[in-house]
């Protein structure tokens, strides 16, 4: 069915038009147009007025060329690569990671208990991530299916004191969250004597402190076995070749790991790290190198009035700035989620506050580096998820790897002049709908048509 669905899809991209506004230039619908658009690559490498070699020879410059800018490096993303990425649900035992995983996915694979270690094998969700500008798209285009972009979202089990060192679930548990791209912090905040704490009474703080703890030295762990091991298989790094200088290079790196977690005491995504330094920090898959969002479970009553007695935003700042902090309720949502879209309406004017879900979808998806571009026609508006930076070629190859494998270039338009001329034709007509190459770096809220080669 799904590779049904892409060849339909495939066949659509490929026959329709090319901008007019690229006309003298552009391929022609004509089937030869399926191949290779040399042509046009051809035509924007030429020089704009022809003149010899020699007359450039003699042309005396009028000014001194500007010296070279300075090429800036792309930075390489801290994570797994890929565009299929996960965010998993962790923090101490019996704090409501369950119940917030059924709301958030509105169903009830999470097994929500009132006991600590409830949940013991991860359960996965895929979340529409909510989107003012995918709505608008399909009320323009009206198509027969409507496909949003999803984050997909794991419930994992509590993690207590001493996980690292495999006390609760311990080691099992850490699997879990090695395997998971972002972490969707949970702290408990909302205080109810019927439900127990592991460590005793509700202290948000604490829980923080043993989750980054737990984190911590279990990186500090693995960066030091693989220390010895590069260390055991590296005695003979005396000679200068490539080789050996790649390999010192890499040591070197894995022990500024090990310092940013002993002596600086940071996680490792807050330390400053190089391309290269990053692809060896990538290729260990440290827990604290994942993009952390806090959410703060409140009671109902302190989510509306917006206030509570800890100190949870102090704690972010002095130990991980930067990093986003949510509040919100469970038990508000797990009530909004039994009632109808319009009772849900009236609820929140009544109480004053608004779901916080939306908010936290769209966090998650951001924290991961995910961004989406559009596929629109009549059959189906979708918005595909892509990792930030990713060229033309690799966005398309989300659709089919065909798409990439024969790309041949994208006629993208950004949402944004969608919105603003209101039709595609008029997009065109204003010149704003554009053909891009390989090496085009798609940006959030492009709207775009492939064509591929045969
Ligand atoms: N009063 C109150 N109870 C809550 C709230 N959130 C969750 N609970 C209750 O807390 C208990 C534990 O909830 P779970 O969702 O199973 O917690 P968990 O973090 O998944 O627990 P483990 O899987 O055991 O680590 C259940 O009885 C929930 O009903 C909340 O916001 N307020
Ligand atoms: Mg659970």
């Known amino acids: 069915m799904a590779a049904m669905g892409t060849r339909r899809l495939a066949a659509r991209f490929l026959s329709r038009p090319p901008p007019s506004s690229a006309s003298s230039s552009s391929p022609t619908s004509s089937p030869s147009s399926l191949l290779p658009s040399f042509s046009y690559v051809r035509a924007r490498c030429l020089p704009a007025a022809p003149f010899s070699s020699s007359a450039v020879a003699l042309a005396k410059p009028k000014k001194r060329m500007p010296p070279k800018k300075a090429v800036q490096e792309k930075k390489v993303l801290l994570g797994r690569p890929g565009n299929n990425l996960k965010i998993g649900i962790v923090g101490v035992p019996n704090v409501g990671k369950s119940s917030f995983f059924n709301v958030l996915s509105k169903t009830d694979l999470g097994l929500a208990r009132n006991y600590p270690y409830a949940t013991i094998n991860p359960e996965e969700a895929r979340i529409p991530v909510p989107d003012e500008r995918f709505e608008w798209l399909c009320d323009l285009y009206k198509p027969a299916s409507k496909v949003p972009a999803a984050l997909t979202c794991i419930d994992i089990a509590g993690l207590t004191a001493g996980a690292s060192t495999g006390a609760g679930l311990g080691n099992a548990f850490l699997s879990h969250v090695r395997a998971v791209d972002g972490i969707f912090q949970m702290v408990r905040a909302f205080d ?52 050996d200088k790649a390999k010192k290079e890499e040591i070197a790196t894995v022990e500024k790991i090990l310092k940013v977690l002993t002596v600086d005491n940071l996680d490792v995504r807050k330390a400053e790290w190089g391309n290269k330094e990053i692809e060896v920090v990538n ?48 038990a508000l949502e797990e009530r909004l989620v039994g009632m109808s879209d319009e009772e849900q309406v009236e609820e929140q004017k009544k109480i004053g506050a608004t779901s916080a879900l939306p908010k936290i979808t769209q ?92």
């Open 283 to 330: 290729g260990l898959q440290l827990l604290t190198a994942k993009p952390v969002t806090y959410l703060v479970n409140l009671s109902e009553k302190d989510y509306v009035r917006k206030k509570n007695k800890w100190q949870i935003k102090a704690w972010i700042d002095e130990n991980n700035p930067g990093d986003p902090l949510i509040p919100f309720s469970v």
């Open 363 to 454: 966090a998650g998806y951001s924290s991961l580096d995910l961004i989406r571009y559009f596929t629109c026609g009549p059959d189906e508006v979708r918005a595909w998820t892509i990792r930030r930076g990713i060229k033309a070629p690799q966005a398309a190859g989300v659709i089919h790897s065909d798409f990439e494998n024969k790309f041949v270039c994208g006629e993208i338009m950004s949402y944004d002049d969608l919105r603003e001329h209101g039709s595609e034709s008029a997009v065109k007509a204003a010149g704003k709908l554009r053909q891009q190459g390989k090496p085009y770096e798609m940006i959030d809220g492009d709207i775009a048509y492939w064509k591929s080669g045969a």
């Open 192 to 243: 109810d004597a019927e439900v127990i704490h592991v460590e005793g009474e509700v202290n948000p703080t604490r829980d923080m402190e043993i989750i980054q703890t737990e984190l911590r030295l279990k990186d500090i762990e693995w960066v030091e076995k693989h220390i010895e091991g590069l260390k055991r298989g590296g005695r003979a790094l005396g000679s200068n070749s490539l080789a």
